[in-house]
């Protein structure tokens, strides 16, 4: 494959041809990806390589946001889980103690 300078493989446009070489003899070539980065790719590698590794971060990103919406979503609508062991008063204590604190606030008020 012949590597054309300007020419767009995936993301990256070929800038120009290094002086360096890999110990199989392959140029190094200078490309630019489209999100900005600079990077020396191999002749080898052109048209192989996809990008810089925006793709996949922001892949990443779009995958994290989706899952943690999701699971925001579903932990939202599960009913609360009680802990195993965990005091509950019943209702009549729960009225009752209700009642008291009103009693009290009543008698101590200062108005």
């Known amino acids: 494959m012949s590597i054309i300078i300007g020419n767009t493989y995936h993301k990256f446009t070929v800038i120009k041809k290094l002086a360096k070489k890999d110990a199989f003899g392959d140029n190094y070539y200078l490309a630019e990806c489209e999100c900005g980065n600079e990077r ?17 971060a922001n892949w990443r990103k779009e995958v994290n946001d989706r ?45």
């Open 67 to 111: 899952s943690f919406s999701l699971r925001s979503e579903v932990e939202a609508s599960k009913p609360k889980r009680k802990r195993k062991g965990a005091y509950t008063p019943s209702k009549s204590l729960q009225v009752e103690t209700t009642l008291e604190t009103l009693r009290f606030q009543k008698e101590y008020s200062y108005e």
């Open 40 to 56: 020396e790719i191999r002749k080898y590698n052109i048209g192989r390589v996809q990008s810089c590794g925006c793709i996949a």
